[in-house]
């Protein structure tokens, strides 16, 4: 079974950092591309990050431009999403799946294009 283990949420304060990791099994992993997501309470889950296994390439969303950054470690079947500088907003359930390429296309940001989805980890963010 092909299982994405979200982890790494927790309690932070504003202007702190986290690390989210995910986790892939039962696929191979330099085969899709790897997004996160968020969902936050009473709102629709969006796009924060992607990257292509291919080559690297990525895409963040304005809100999170500059502060976060997300890598991929093809050897440990396993993505990461650094956060820093972290505000209030960014409290959500984040969420990482894989994506239908291992390349990033026009539909990255939309989740209608992800197989696989994790579970979700928390992240909430003290002001």
């Known amino acids: 079974d092909v299982q994405l283990q979200a982890s790494g949420g927790g309690l932070v304060q504003a202007g702190g950092s986290l690390r989210l990791s995910c986790a892939a099994s039962?696929?191979?992993?330099?085969?899709?591309?790897i997004g996160w997501f968020r969902q936050a309470p009473g709102k629709e889950r969006e796009a924060v990050s992607c990257i292509a296994t291919t080559d690297g390439s990525t895409y963040y969303a304005d809100s999170v431009q500059g502060r976060f950054t997300i890598s991929s470690d093809i050897a440990k079947d396993t993505a990461y999403l650094q956060m820093n500088s972290l505000k209030a907003e960014a409290t959500a359930v984040y969420f990482c799946?894989?994506?239908?390429?291992?390349?990033?296309?026009?539909?990255?940001?939309?989740?209608?294009?992800?197989?696989?989805w994790g579970q979700g980890t928390q992240l909430t963010v003290s002001s």
């Open positions: 799946a894989s994506y239908q390429y291992p390349y990033l296309d026009g539909a990255y940001y939309s989740e209608e294009g992800y197989t696989y």
């Open positions: 039962g696929l191979t992993f330099d085969d899709y591309a």
